[in-house]
């Protein structure tokens, strides 16, 4: 299993940044790609930004130039710097790690952290 905590969220007027943080606890040694998801409410979870264990990354064209995902793969982390927010980006924010057991594939969720941007 793996086990994933966040931590960062929180209110923030439009045009300020948040730095969200994810810890990876557990069988790290078997996490390929982790990422951040958002759900607002009345609407379904959707990617945000994924970065591969080569740390090729991946992100949401809604988000492009103003998030980045980074991975430090020696503390097992994951963060995601969110810059020039605007009040859609209000949402809970959800890490997501997947990893490999016996030749299949498996993911985590963390808890979810809520981020709420004023205008």
Do not use: H
């Not at 959707?46 to 990354?57: K, Q, W």
């Amino acid at each position: 299993q793996v086990q994933l905590v966040e931590s960062g969220g929180g209110l923030v007027q439009a045009g300020g940044s948040l730095r969200l943080s994810c810890a990876a606890s557990g069988r790290i040694f078997s996490i390929s790609t982790m990422g951040w998801y958002r759900q607002a409410p009345g609407k379904q979870r959707e990617l945000v930004a994924s970065i591969t264990n080569g740390g090729s990354t991946n992100y949401a064209d809604s988000v492009k130039g103003r998030f980045t995902i980074s991975r430090d793969n020696a503390k097992n982390t994951v963060s995601l710097q969110m810059d020039s927010l605007q009040p859609e980006d209000t949402a809970d924010y959800y890490c997501k790690a997947d990893w490999i057991r016996g030749g299949s594939y498996y993911y985590s969720w963390g808890q979810g952290t809520q981020v709420t941007v004023s205008s």
